[in-house]
T-cell receptor, first 113, second 110 residues
Framework: NAGVTQTPKFRVLKTGQSMTLLCAQD?????MYWYRQDPGMGLRLIHY???????AKGEVPDGYNVSRLKKQNFLLGLESAAPSQTSVYFC????????????FGPGTRLTVL | RKEVEQDPGPFNVPEGATVAFNCTYS??????FFWYRQDCRKEPKLLMS???SGNEDGRFTAQLNRASQYISLLIRDSKLSDSATYLC???????????FGKGTLLTVNP
């Protein structure tokens, strides 16, 4: 099993450009999450999904949209990138919610100029 | 009070040393507790879950004190490969969320 995979691994955008980050998991997990990690801030939850076709906002959802059309995939979109969105983005999945262990993908390093 | 607060670190210890990390959490309804490890420029990975009775995995011992809302991690006989950031993680206060501490950087020196 590949576990949780993320594409791309790195990306540089100019302010105002859009992009989509893809997360895929092959563990048949119900829950999926998108986090961002910034120096001194720790991991912060952007959006999450409790199953195919569902999404919900986390702590820092502004400027991001998500979709979960298939159980194994969770997409994170930036419609109009801003320098404040420069970060490392991690996707995670878990078999249940409620504080069950989450498994992380390798991350996407995004720079917005 | 921050939701999950850890020692700020960094910790620099020699090989073979014993090192302890502490963590406090604010939500008394929390139900699950973990230590994750994150290597430089890598993703967080589960190191161990933390149970009320305390638990041990080789050189690693985790303790939980629900009354004080306090979690600890003890690493004995430190190895160079233990160098990483250790994240205290708390969950279960709501039905989806894990809350991560900011992490403590450990460097084990030869």
């Amino acid at each position: 099993n590949a576990g949780v995979t993320q594409t791309p691994k790195f990306r540089v955008l100019k302010t105002g450009q859009s992009m989509t980050l893809l997360c895929a998991q092959d563990m048949n997990h119900e829950y999926m999450y998108w986090y961002r990690q910034d120096p001194g801030m720790g991991l912060r939850l952007i959006h999450y999904s409790v199953g195919e076709g569902t999404t919900a906002k986390g702590e820092v959802p502004d400027g991001y949209n998500v979709s979960r059309l298939k159980k194994q995939n969770f997409l994170l979109g930036l419609e109009s990138a801003a320098p404040s969105q420069t970060s490392v983005y991690f996707c995670a999945s878990s078999p249940l919610g409620g504080g069950v262990v989450q498994f992380f993908g390798p991350g996407t390093r995004l720079t917005v100029l | 009070r921050k939701e999950v607060e850890q020692d700020p670190g960094p910790f620099n210890v020699p090989e073979g040393a014993t090192v302890a990390f502490n963590c406090t959490y604010s939500n008394s309804a929390s139900q699950s507790f973990f230590w994750y490890r994150q290597d430089c420029r890598k993703e967080p990975k589960l190191l161990m879950s933390v149970y009320s009775s305390g638990n041990e995995d080789g050189r690693f011992t985790a303790q939980l004190n629900r009354a004080s809302q306090y979690i600890s991690l003890l690493i004995r006989d430190s190895k160079l490969s233990d160098s990483a950031t250790y994240l205290c993680v708390v969950g279960g206060g709501s039905n989806y969320k894990l809350t991560f501490g900011k992490g403590t950087l450990l460097t084990v020196n030869p």
